[in-house]
């Protein structure tokens, strides 16, 4: 299964960065004609500016995320330093706990994607939303709950990794 797992994340990043470009294109045309250029996160006044193609700046960053994520898991395995401290002389390692290491750490990195790609999801869906004055902001819980689960996904990997390398 660790073997299908990179690739299974990383399709679904796809859909979701699809997705996310689909709500932008499909709800353009429908929003009205003031729309809010920054959403309210920390009790900060909601900006409202005439509507334009500025509003595709979340799919737009959603899209260099992908791309900017995608490129450091293709990032060969021996020239990170962290990995190195990490796990110890990568030389050393055999050809399959090596090829293990790599999978990890691409699953590792997809699934932070997918987490980003929901935040960006989200700010979109609530920049949709308070455009309609169908809300007055983001779903604070739901967006510092992502954030937290990104952070518990990089001990969860380290300690993940250090397991792989006590195996023998």
Request: glycine fraction near 2%; avoid cysteine; charged fraction near 20%.
């Given at each position: 299964?660790?073997?299908?797992a990179p690739l299974?994340?990383?399709?679904?990043?796809?859909?979701?960065?699809?997705?996310?470009?689909?709500?932008?294109?499909?709800?353009?045309?429908?929003?009205?004609?003031?729309?809010?250029?920054?959403?309210?996160?920390?009790?900060?006044?909601?900006?409202?500016?005439?509507k334009s193609l500025?509003?595709?700046?979340?799919?737009?960053?959603?899209?260099?995320?992908f791309f900017s994520?995608?490129?450091?898991?293709?990032?060969?395995?021996?020239?990170?330093?962290?990995?190195?401290?990490?796990?110890?002389?990568?030389?050393?390692?055999?050809?399959?706990?090596?090829?293990?290491?790599?999978?990890?750490?691409?699953?590792?990195?997809?699934?932070?994607?997918?987490?980003?790609?929901?935040?960006?999801?989200?700010?979109?869906?609530?920049?949709?939303?308070?455009?309609?004055?169908?809300?007055?902001?983001?779903?604070?819980?739901?967006?510092?709950?992502?954030?937290?689960?990104?952070?518990?996904?990089?001990?969860?990997?380290?300690?993940?990794?250090?397991?792989?390398?006590?195996?023998?």
């Amino acid at each position: 299964m660790i073997k299908k797992a990179p690739l299974f994340l990383l399709a679904a990043n796809i859909l979701l960065l699809v997705a996310g470009w689909i709500m932008a294109i499909y709800a353009y045309p429908r929003l009205p004609l003031k729309i809010p250029l920054w959403i309210n996160f920390f009790n900060q006044r909601t900006l409202y500016g005439q509507k334009s193609l500025l509003f595709f700046i979340y799919p737009l960053a959603q899209t260099l995320f992908f791309f900017s994520f995608w490129l450091v898991s293709r990032i060969k395995f021996k020239e990170l330093r962290d990995v190195k401290l990490l796990v110890g002389a990568i030389d050393n390692l055999s050809e399959n706990k090596r090829s293990l290491l790599i999978k990890i750490r691409q699953e590792f990195i997809y699934l932070v994607l997918i987490f980003f790609n929901l935040i960006f999801i989200h700010l979109q869906r609530s920049l949709i939303l308070v455009a309609h004055r169908i809300e007055k902001g983001i779903s604070s819980y739901y967006f510092y709950s992502l954030f937290g689960i990104i952070l518990i996904l990089i001990p969860y990997y380290r300690i993940r990794m250090k397991l792989v390398m006590k195996k023998r």
